[in-house]
């Protein structure tokens, strides 16, 4: 009877712990999407849609209403000052790689909701699915 006791007892525990675990590692995660859970965010959602690429790859390419913060300008940290961190913000740049980086930043810098969209538009580019400008 105090096996069975013992057992249930650390089986709530368990089960308690692990659940606030997954809470607070929800609102604290950098969120990657795809293009359609990018299109659908935009939609829904009022949300700042930032390419963290050099102004010659975005002046090449970029989304359709996407502002450009140059992660690799020395301005980058003053840059960012000028975004609301609490909307939400979708960054993307070629790969994946500057805009993984860029979220990690823009989290230790207070902002609420930051999603990543996943392989950069270089992954994107020729689907449908994003509304894309190209330098003509």
Known sequence: MKKLLSITLLSFILLFSTSCVDKNADSTDVKLVTAEEMKKIIELEDVQLVDVRTPSEFDEIHIE????????????????????????????????????????????????????????????????????????
Not at 70 to 89: H, M, N, Q
Not at 93 to 106: E, F
Not at 118 to 126: L, T, V
């Open 65 to 136: 209403s996407a502002q450009n913060i140059d992660f690799r300008s020395p301005t980058f940290e003053e840059d960012i000052t000028k975004l609301d961190k609490s909307k939400p913000v979708l960054l993307y740049c070629k790969s994946g790689k500057r805009s993984a980086k860029c979220a990690r930043k823009l989290k230790e810098a207070g902002f609420e909701k930051v999603y990543e969209l996943e392989g950069g538009i270089s992954k994107w580019q020729y689907s449908e699915i994003l509304t894309i400008e190209k330098k003509s």
